[in-house]
């Protein structure tokens, strides 16, 4: 489909031309890695927010890199970029502003989910999709 057939919100979110050249069109494909994403991508949210608390920079760069190599399918430069710092922070072990990138991650997060959902619907796709919480 065209992206005129996307809301505008979705559109800003998701390069929708770029993800569906990436999955050459195959919407079946695509729905594959969404439905993967909206399975694994809770767990990981988890394992952030556990290390952040914690303190543990290790679980925090593991759990956002495999975090972002997800998003990295979807053409979606916000949520790729919120993962990048999380996981950036953890490489460091720099919890200053961990809290915040956190928060930001889950609203880009929140935002990319939203977009596929409606990407799901707008092709009949089955879909399940995933919900993220700050505690």
Do not use: C, W
């Not at 916000?78 to 961990?98: I, Y």
């Amino acid at each position: 489909m065209g992206n005129d057939f996307y809301n505008e919100k979705t559109q800003n979110i998701v390069n929708v031309q770029d993800l569906l050249h990436r999955v050459n069109g195959n919407f079946d494909l695509l729905n594959r890695i969404v439905i993967l994403y909206n399975k694994r991508s809770p767990e990981l949210v988890k394992k952030i927010r556990e290390g952040i608390h914690r303190k543990d920079p290790y679980l925090v760069r593991y759990a956002a890199h495999n975090l972002r190599g997800m998003v990295s399918n979807f053409a979606s430069v916000s949520a790729l970029q919120a993962a990048l710092l999380m996981e950036q922070a953890g490489e460091k072990g720099d919890f200053s502003q961990a809290d915040y990138l956190f928060e930001n991650l889950l609203k880009e997060l929140t935002y990319l989910t939203q977009a596929l959902q409606e990407i799901q619907e707008k092709e009949n796709l089955p879909s399940a999709s995933s919900t993220y919480s700050s505690t």
